[in-house]
């Protein structure tokens, strides 16, 4: 068989029989009896396109008639810059297979169904808007994975001349796991938007905090490697140097995130004003109600931040220094005929930082609220009193249970 | 056990005391103040951190053979666990000889404290890889022996419940609590890399020691109390 390549000023071709012609990787060899029939001779390839897409082509899939666009357009375009106008005056209103239409019933994933009703046709205004028109056409066959696409758009007619179901078994010519990408390999699901590279990279960033939290409360940060983090997080050692130097400045970000997230804990706790003990309460219950729930975080940043560089000890010790100066309001606020001496504060909020780490290694975090009245007494006593210390504690105990 | 005899079976170096009850460990050998390569460790660690010395280094620092080394250690590990239980033992002498020339519970724990604070003074490195360098130790072990010695330091201040009006009253984490302060407040200042001060802060230390104990204002008198006689420990020199 030959292919006869619709080129320009080609004036044989006006009077050669349709039979077989090639359109570049396309051929329409194979058309259907009738439409051979109907198509005298030497009417031209362009009249038994036309004849072909005008039968709308229901016995045949999409890529089908992908296809044949593609030789129409082609063909449109030899026959432009040849000023050799076509058998067929009206390329002006030449019609264009709507591929938007969809497929119909019965589509499976590994096949989806490529038979579509007869389509609607849309008149194509210019060559432009058609060729336009076919790309968004292929687009719309995005819910195939584009390797299928790839597939079909390099499918001969031969494949599906008989037409109907022909098209889906051309696609199951192809295995399915070559036919359609695995999960793991598609920027985004079949069929659903996809994923900005910035949004992916914030998720892998996610990832990671996640793993780097649970690897070095589980392993301590010493004994802890950026390897046990990426096997964590599943994502490649690459991924995790996009975002950090190292473990160390890995665990100063996580230190950051778990700080931040305290601070907001405590910030929805604390009411609007009240007094320095009643604040105290309101910020420390949520606190600690937040390191119950979070027991690697806590210990993280309660245990594991000791043992890190420089810039996360000097966060340990900016954390310290935030209670002893909330602490040292206590004084303002005392009513007490009391001296307190000037490492006073500090040496409290070591000693309530030491109680938290005991629990937390003790495992009895979970106790929150003995937990909560055991420091708050700690803290508040100096300042108020044993009496109106526990009033106070037994206040915020019965306005936690109410809320 | 009669007083007479508890006095008796007492083994210490210092001033005899009064209290009873708690026998003082004796001194370890060899000195860990005189070792040399127990000292070259000390020293290494403070400079360089655990992870990054080496037992070349120790034996290069102390002027020693590696097989002097090897007759007494296995490895940097077990060097390090030695020299520590060592230092802690000798600390524990310390305190206890300390603690045995007071009179009471209160006399004791102040003698302790000042103790401690000439301790902490004279021996700065010690006390930075004690209480920093051995945190970040990859050695379990090693952090074990840290916080022993913490627990150590609450089980001395808890002998104050006897000592209380209502011992009941006393919470139950008093101790740790104070002991923990102490050595957190340590932590921040070394962290932060400002001056421990250790006699500037000894009184006020005893002051949050004892309040759970005796009440508010008996501690506040720790404020103004003077150092007591029988706090200066002296250890015997290398024979």
Redesign the interface.
Known sequence: MGFHRLATGDANLRDQPVREVGFGDHHLGDLTQGHRERIAPGSGTAAVIQEAIREGFDQVGVAAQVTVVAAVEEAVEDSAADARPLEDQTYGQLLVPDLSCGFDGGATEEAPNLRVPKPPFAKVADLGRWREERRAGIQRLGNLASNQKLCLQKMSWSHYADGGEISRNAVRRYPAHVARLPQALQNAPVGQTRVSREELSERQLERILAAATEVFAKRGFQDSTVDNIVATAEVGVGSFYAHFDGKDECLDYVCGRISAEAHAAIAAGLGDGGSWAERLCDGLHPLLAFASANPLAARVVLLEAQTGGPKVLGRYATMIDEVVDFLRLGREASTLDRQWPPAFEEATAGGLVWLLQERLVRGELAEVDSLFAELAEVALEPYLGTTAARRQIKATLSASKQT | MPLAQRARSRTFEGPAGTLGGHPIPPRPKPDPFSDPIEIALIDLIFERGY?AVDEQSIVARAGATMAEFRDRFVDKQDCTVQTIEACLQDFRWMVETAYNSGTDWRQGLRACGWAVADHLDEHPELVHVLVLGL????NEMLRVLREETLMYGATVIERGRAAAVDPDAV?A?AA??????????L??RL??GVDVAPHE?V???L??SM?PYIG?EAA?EE?RLPRPPGSRVRRPTLA
Do not use: C, D, V
């Open positions: 992870e945190l970040g130790a990859k919470p984490g740790a609590m104070a002991m923990g302060s102490i050595a957190q407040l932590t921040h962290q932060k802060t009184r006020q230390m002051y949050l309040r508010e506040a404020l």
